[in-house]
């Protein structure tokens, strides 16, 4: 492990931060364990907080621009329902616009669940852009993360660990700053998480019935799969009295306020394929298929080598390997291949809090967190890709192990004295965290380029693909409507895809095609007589955007 300049001015951060806490806390903590206490108020103030520091960005990183193939299929759901329906009708030249993770028949819709465009669609809605609903997302798991701890652990540490949510997933974050999702879904898993303690303590109380349900519900729309392990940790935090749970009236309750989203889901699958019961992605699996990527072997034909119309017919020959056929030992090896992603959900101060958490483990609930956590990697295992927003419920759970470490370090006793360093040593770690939050978001506030190669785990928009900025600027300040027809080099790697659409792609105001050869698209010049046409050879450096001659 090389050190560089950035762990330097990191660590001298620390020391600064360290000593300030120092010579303040006297003031600084009694004022913030009464802060604490004011649930209302600390959950405002996170939702704000994040948002906030986000949008002061905006000079030097301004809106993230999608380039992802996962980000535009979540945006097509989001304008799909920002025109009030849920799939749209399939285009008659639907072959010019065949694309990644879009179903083109039997119509053009997104293949993912409704859930993270369904936020985007109200952001957009009300602010006029899809990202608001992104960072409405960030606002409200930091502060749905706070209101989950308080019914783990006291208002003051609650508190730190909401803000340590803010450090770790919020404007410096990759779910900030990308349309991939991951917020949602922490929320989902916040109000589940934050509902059955609550629950077990006053089960007649109907709000926090009702809450359970919203946040199984709400990841039901948004990680259809993993709600089942969802589900299972629910099941597993009653196990010991279950029979008698059963027995009361907020299991019924939750279950009515599934029902929405249930009902929406099946909605969406008849708009969609046709089918109540098939899902969207699951009808793109069977038109298109997916990778044998479960042992992380190799495509039978190189990318690179792949033109646009070989790469839609390379996608129609990939089959999907059942994982039941697999080995033990490519199961293992891909989930000791997956281990590394889950640092995403700590900085890495906080690692040296991680061990202490096991001391918590005499009680039930602590035993019940260390088993939720293995259950939803075991689970999320069998499927052939992982990100760390596929695990996104877990969020809170993980802010609460380190939390509860970092709590339990404090607690430490050796023989009959407590440890004074101890209670430091804790102090020090949360100033760690802060000092690192404080170095990069200072780095993007001041636009420190020098910085950015020292960068790992924060995802800002410095690294948007500024080929695809120009040429979407390019676009933008020319008059009237535009065709731009998409032509890739024989080297072309068909994962920088171009061609995506709006939902009413007549009605925009530039229309993306495939270049399908000169005799195939006259029939596109032909269905937009006027349309300014262009030919855009992404491949070149840079991009050459052309009027477009046969």
């Known amino acids: 492990m090389n050190w560089s300049g950035a762990d330097s001015i990191e660590l001298g951060l620390a020391v600064l931060l360290m000593a300030l806490a120092w010579t303040t806390r006297q003031y600084l903590e009694p004022w913030a364990r009464r802060l604490a206490e004011r649930t209302r108020l600390c959950m405002l103030a996170l939702f704000l907080l994040p948002i906030a520091l986000r949008l002061i960005l905006l000079p030097h990183h301004p809106v993230p621009t ?28 639907h072959q010019f616009f065949e694309t990644f993770f879009t179903l083109q028949e039997p119509t053009y819709s997104s293949i993912y669940p409704i859930g993270q465009g369904l936020v985007m669609a109200v952001g957009r809605g009300i602010f006029g852009t ?9 606002g409200a798991l930091c502060s749905l993360c706070y209101w989950m701890l308080r019914a783990w652990t006291t208002p003051l540490w609650a508190l730190i660990g909401g803000i340590l949510t803010v450090i770790e997933f919020g404007p410096l974050s990759e779910w900030t700053n990308m349309y991939w999702g991951g917020g949602v879904a922490a929320c989902a898993g916040s109000l589940v998480f934050g509902s059955i303690p609550r629950l077990k303590k006053a089960p007649g109380h109907r709000r926090n019935a009702i809450l359970l349900g919203a946040g199984l519900g709400l990841h039901l729309l948004t990680r259809p799969y993993e709600s089942i392990f969802l589900l299972l940790a629910v099941v597993l935090y009653f196990a010991p009295s279950l029979i008698s749970t059963l027995r009361l009236s907020w299991p019924r309750i939750a279950a009515l306020a599934v029902l929405p989203a249930v009902t929406l889901i099946l909605l969406q699958n008849k708009q969609v394929t046709g089918s109540w019961t098939t899902l969207p992605y699951q009808l793109s699996q069977q038109q298109y298929g997916v990778p044998e990527s479960l042992t992380f072997q190799a495509p039978p034909v190189p990318h690179r080598q792949l033109t646009p119309q070989q790469a839609i017919e390379y996608r129609s020959q990939m089959s999907y390997r059942d994982p039941h056929g697999e080995s033990l030992r490519s199961y293992l090896l891909r989930l000791e291949y997956r281990v590394r992603y889950y640092r995403f959900f700590f900085l890495p101060a906080l690692y040296l809090a991680l061990p202490f958490f096991f001391l918590a483990l005499r009680e039930f609930r602590f035993q019940w967190v260390a088993a939720v956590l293995p259950l939803f990697a075991l689970g999320t295992n069998f499927y052939p890709f992982f990100y760390p927003h596929y695990t996104a419920a877990l969020t809170s759970l993980f802010v609460l192990v380190s939390v509860t470490g970092l709590r339990q ?11 004074s360093t101890t209670r430091e040593a804790s102090w020090m770690i949360l100033a760690l965290c802060g000092a690192h939050f404080v170095l990069w978001y200072g780095v993007h506030l001041f636009e420190v380029q020098a910085m950015f190669p020292y960068e790992t785990w924060d995802v800002i928009n410095h690294t948007n693909p500024q080929r695809r900025i120009a040429v979407n600027q390019a676009l933008g300040e020319l008059p009237g409507k535009q065709l731009v027809i998409v032509h890739y080099s024989p080297r072309h790697i068909f994962q920088d895809e171009w061609v995506y659409n709006a939902a009413d792609i007549d009605g925009a105001k530039v229309v993306w095609a495939r270049d399908l050869g000169a005799e195939q698209n006259q029939d596109l010049l032909k269905y937009y007589p006027d349309r300014t046409v262009w030919l855009l050879e992404p491949d070149e450096q840079p991009p050459s955007l052309e009027p477009y001659s046969p």
């Open 130 to 138: 899809p990202w608001a609903g992104v960072l409405i997302a960030t």
């Open 66 to 93: 999608p380039q992802i193939y996962d980000e535009f299929a979540h945006l097509l759901v989001a304008d799909t329902l920002s025109h009030f329906r849920l799939a749209n009708p399939t285009h008659p030249l």
């Open 409 to 419: 370090l404090t607690r430490l006793r050796i023989s009959t004295a407590r440890l």
